[in-house]
């Protein structure tokens, strides 16, 4: 994990550094942009490690990351081009349900992740001790098995007294209450910073109370390379390729509206060539990060929002943020500090977060005319429910071809297909951009 904050700080900052100052006639649209991983690619690598666990899995993931950057560098200049596909009734829609998706997440680290030691349900101690009993007399002379406990099973069958533990359920609560205060109360600068503000002071709490580990900090160097490949050679299976490139085909289309939105608010023009390198510029950021064993990187759309609050329009303070991430991804005790907070705290944090992904693409659609097109209301209905059908009946695939899983099991993947089919259906397709330039205005999660 530590190692994982290391390398997304470090491919982060220098990704961000080809955007903003530019790379070549290639790479780099030159304005003040900051990059990130995006949460669009979250559920979907969520679903490949959940199929394929441990070293293994994490190979197919950076492996599909690995080839998703190299489909996205391909079809950057024609993506450039598909704006008309993607106007805010889909783009609304597309991101209210990865917030909707992520919910999980967040709600998981409050109560207890579905797997490892905070799982819903446990093996039973009994059952696990007569295993332990038959194993340490198999083979000694004239031992017998003892009796087979009834109903004997050594999968989780009891319930978990660790799960929704009162205490961590407090500490998520005391987190989010801070965030709200601080929003509330706060002014300027700290109010932007109510997230991060919010998971410091749980942190405090947790380590006052001895809830929080801190020997990896003291273990961890204070200054250590990033390395390719660090945690696992790559593996490259083509569904799963295909399907984070379709992930990678919907953010690529939201920072086109960014960049169009942020040449609006900067004054500088963008041509088609300008957004072309800005696009490839995230598919060069999502190769690297599959080779550096990070994630997918994009365009953040918060950039528009910064820009809009700060006043600031200079790409040169984007650069010293990439100088600064670079660094901190250098110094692994900084990520090992991260890596100590139980999950707790990031839990009140992450129900925030993802809910403000949500927000923001109801906010999206509330650009969208469904009074005088009535078809739009049925775009979102439709794409919202078949995206919430991976959620809410997750074995709904039990009977479809196993080679289409991985395609089929991501809500957002399905939300996406559904909308842009539907909108074409029911709208066609408009040449006109202002409206997504207005939609990247809004949007201030990603």
Not at 2 to 17: K, M, R, W, Y
Not at 72 to 100: D, E, H, K, N
Not at 413 to 423: D, E, Q, Y
Request: net charge neutral; charged share 10%.
């Amino acid at each position: 994990m530590a190692h994982l904050i290391s390398a997304d700080l470090f491919v982060c900052g220098l990704v961000t550094l080809i955007q903003a100052m530019g790379a070549t006639q290639w790479f780099g649209i030159k304005l003040p942009v900051m990059m990130g991983v995006t949460f669009a690619s979250v559920a979907p690598m969520i679903s490949m490690a959940q199929a394929t666990g441990g070293q293994a899995g994490a190979g197919l993931i950076f492996g599909s990351v690995i080839g998703a950057g190299i489909v996205s560098l391909l079809i950057s200049p024609l993506i450039s081009r598909m704006l008309r596909f993607f106007p805010p009734v889909v783009t609304g829609t597309i991101i209210a349900v990865i917030g909707i998706s992520l919910m999980r997440v967040g709600i998981n680290w409050i109560f207890g992740n579905p797997v490892g030691p905070t799982a819903p349900s446990v093996p039973n101690p009994e059952h696990l001790k007569w295993l332990a009993e038959a194993q340490a007399s198999a083979g000694a002379p004239g031992s017998s098995l003892p009796p087979i406990p009834k109903g004997f099973a050594v999968v989780p069958t009891v319930p978990n007294p660790k799960y929704a533990d009162l205490a961590g359920v407090g500490i998520s609560g005391a987190v989010l209450v801070t965030i709200l205060l601080i929003a509330r109360f706060g002014k300027g600068f700290l109010a932007n910073i109510s997230v991060l503000a919010g998971i410091i002071v749980g942190g405090i709490i947790t380590a006052a109370l001895g809830l929080m580990d801190f020997h990896k900090v003291a273990n961890a160097a204070w200054f250590d390379l990033v390395l390719p490949f660090e945690i696992a050679t790559p593996v490259f299976d083509p569904v799963l390729i295909l399907t984070m490139s379709l992930v990678m085909v919907v953010v690529m289309i939201e920072s086109v509206g960014m960049f169009l939105a942020l040449s609006d608010m900067t004054g500088k023009p963008v041509t088609q060539d300008d957004l072309t390198r800005g696009l490839r510029t995230d598919g060069l950021g999502t190769l690297l990060g599959g080779i550096f064993n990070t994630f997918p990187y994009t365009s953040f759309s918060q950039n528009v929002g910064l820009v809009a609050v700060t006043g600031v329009k200079s790409r040169w303070v984007c650069v010293a943020g990439g100088v600064i991430l670079i660094v901190l991804g250098i110094l692994p005790k900084m990520a090992a500090l991260i890596e100590s907070l139980p999950t707790v705290v990031l839990g009140g944090a992450g129900l925030v977060m993802f809910g403000m992904v949500a927000a923001t693409g109801i906010r999206i659609l509330s650009n969208v005319d469904f009074q005088k097109n009535r078809n739009n209301a049925m775009i979102v209905a439709v794409s919202i429910g078949v995206g919430m059908i991976p959620l809410v009946a997750p074995n709904f695939r039990q009977w479809m071809p196993h080679a289409i899983h991985p395609l089929i099991e991501s809500g957002i993947l399905l939300a996406s297909l559904s909308a842009v089919v539907l909108n074409i259906f029911f709208n066609g397709t408009s040449g006109d951009t202002s409206a997504a330039v207005r939609a990247a205005a809004q949007a201030d999660a990603h």
